[in-house]
């Protein structure tokens, strides 16, 4: 999804006791070691030493990383004649030493993706030709550089609209949104992720992939891709869910749906909203980013929880990602990985999207990384605790 805004909290513990709690004897990869992988998204600076509580937890946690935004593109090629894979290749580096498997994210993205790929010097948009140009020689020279270093890549990240069409933005846009034509840069793109990165798995990423008329769009891409010969290894369901929504069994058929067409299902990018609005919907773009909702009146109802989780809603939490982590249980012979999107509440790119500077709790480990109730609920799933 978006950029996160990763906020440290080092300099308000210095001199304090707070540590990652050594009495958790048993760590989420372990107890989902027989089931599926578990992951986390965070960005070079949450290993750093300045960050060591926050890698502790992502040492003792999860086995498998997704880059935050150092492999977005934005971030490896900012200008025409600049490539910089010096974060992403210490990313890389970070997983090889810890032994954790490594995802690539993303190659196809509309957004943290320079326009100078689908534009000309000029300020004109690129022929279709120049433009399936442009997204080759990207790829050839992203997933050479990264051969072997990574063992999965997203190939292309939310294309899918919600009505199952194709979303009018970034290279979509730029080939005139005509769907016969979105058709063949799919194939293409996937074609040339196939061609440069073999012995790398490849998935399609996306959001609200419970939604039936999306859901139908994205089974759609997917057989397509199937009926031409090309690989495609996965599917991503980014899970960025809330306390009130999904439907369980809008999630359940997503699963099976997916899973039915022979590819493995990632749940990508998980977090759970406890805020106003944002628990009970995902919104799109930038219609809450406007300045009034910073005013007064705005933040006592949208930003409640400033100062520490109510004991009611830290119950919600935990009865959501129960609920939730029952499903991916008893789906684990679908389901290959479980990654969350962040470490701990304070790395969640939540506290920004879809309303800034709000305070939120989406992640089983709090800011002082200390686990949330909902840890304990998630651990003791397989045991039927």
């Not at 004109?124 to 992203?142: G, L, P």
């Not at 935990?318 to 012979?333: G, P």
């Amino acid at each position: 999804m978006k950029k996160s805004i990763i906020i440290s909290f080092a300099f308000l513990l210095a001199g304090c006791s707070n540590q990652v709690d050594t009495k958790l004897d048993v760590s989420l990869k372990d107890a989902y070691s027989d089931s599926f992988m578990i992951g986390a998204a965070f960005s070079t600076y949450n290993f750093s030493d300045r960050n060591k509580e926050t890698r502790d937890l992502i040492l003792k946690h999860f086995n498998a990383i997704s880059p935050d935004n150092e492999l977005k593109p934005e971030s490896i090629h900012p200008s025409p004649d600049v490539w910089n894979f010096q974060p992403a290749d210490a990313f890389c580096q970070f997983g090889k030493d810890n032994g954790m498997w490594i995802l690539g994210h993303t190659l196809c993205w509309h957004n943290q993706t320079p326009a100078f790929l689908w534009t000309k010097p000029d300020g004109q948009t690129m022929s279709k030709e120049e433009i399936f140009e442009s997204i080759r020689s990207y790829i050839e020279t992203v997933c050479t550089h990264f051969l072997g270093k990574v063992d999965a890549w997203d190939v292309i990240n939310e294309i899918v609209s919600e009505d199952g069409g194709y979303r009018d933005l970034g290279w979509v846009h730029a080939l005139g949104a005509d769907p016969a034509v979105v058709d063949e840069f799919v194939k293409h793109v996937f074609r040339c992720a196939e061609k440069y990165a073999p012995n790398t798995e490849l998935y399609y990423n996306e959001f609200n992939c419970w939604r039936p008329s999306k859901l139908t769009g994205i089974v759609r891409l997917v057989k397509m891709l199937q009926a031409e010969g090309i690989r495609i290894d996965g599917v991503g369901i980014q899970a960025h869910w809330g306390l009130g929504y999904p439907k369980n069994e809008y999630i359940v058929d997503a699963i099976n749906q997916l899973a039915a067409l022979g590819v493995k299902v990632n749940i990508s990018e998980l977090d759970v909203d406890v805020l106003p609005i944002s628990k009970d919907a995902q919104v799109i773009g930038r219609s809450l980013q406007d300045p009034q909702y910073q005013l007064e009146e705005f933040e006592a109802f949208l930003d409640p929880y400033k100062d520490g989780l109510p004991e009611n809603v830290e119950n919600q939490l935990a009865a959501r990602y129960e609920e939730l982590f029952k499903i991916f249980y008893e789906h684990r012979n679908q389901i290959a990985r479980v990654t969350f999107w962040g470490v701990h509440d304070g790395t969640s790119w939540k506290n920004d999207s879809p309303i800034s500077h709000r305070t939120n709790y989406p992640l089983l480990f709090k800011r002082d990384f200390t686990p949330h109730k909902a840890y304990y609920s998630v651990i003791n799933v397989p045991s039927g605790k």
